[in-house]
């Protein structure tokens, strides 16, 4: 029995690995993400309600990426192309920034870092994939001009 991935072209099966990747990824960032934050709130003795909500803001770039994946099912290959890279890249970026902080020797830095990764991370995604979805559009109209 072939599946329907294998049936179409190639560039099908590398998206379709693409996102897989890109949810797993994103899956387990955000959990290790929580964790190291978890782990600089103990080392930090903070309150627990402070935990929880840093643990709820740390936690809201990758529900936004998951929700987007959802919602992706029409956009165009390449717009999907580009949110599954930028799954990748929030991903590894939040969990290299949490790990030298959580790692690293503590200080008064620490709680900026993780108030900070979240916004940024929102500003990446609400830039880069609209821009690939007109970039997306415009070849599109291009090609139907053709």
């Known amino acids: 029995m072939t599946s329907e991935v294998s049936r179409e072209n190639p560039e099908a099966r ?5 996102r897989a990747g890109a949810m797993i990824a994103v899956l387990v960032g955000a959990v290790a993400s929580v964790g190291l934050m978890l782990q600089v709130g103990r080392r930090k003795n903070s309150p ?29 290959v390449i717009t999907r192309a580009t949110l599954y890279s930028a799954m990748l890249v929030v991903t590894l970026a939040s969990l290299a920034i949490y790990g030298s902080v959580a790692m690293g020797p ?8 993780f108030v900070i990764v979240p916004p940024a991370s929102w500003l990446l995604i609400a830039i880069v994939v609209p821009i690939a979805a007109l970039l997306s559009g415009r070849l599109s109209r291009r090609r139907d001009r053709t």
Do not use: R, Y
Not at 14 to 18: C, G, I, K, R
Not at 106 to 113: E, H, I, N, R
């Open 14 to 18: 590398v998206l379709a690995l693409l």
């Open 48 to 76: 627990p309600l402070l935990l929880a909500l840093f643990a709820t803001w740390v936690l809201s770039p990758f529900v936004a990426l998951v929700f987007a994946n959802i919602a992706s099912k029409g956009w165009s």
């Open 106 to 113: 503590l200080g008064a830095k620490t709680v900026p870092v």
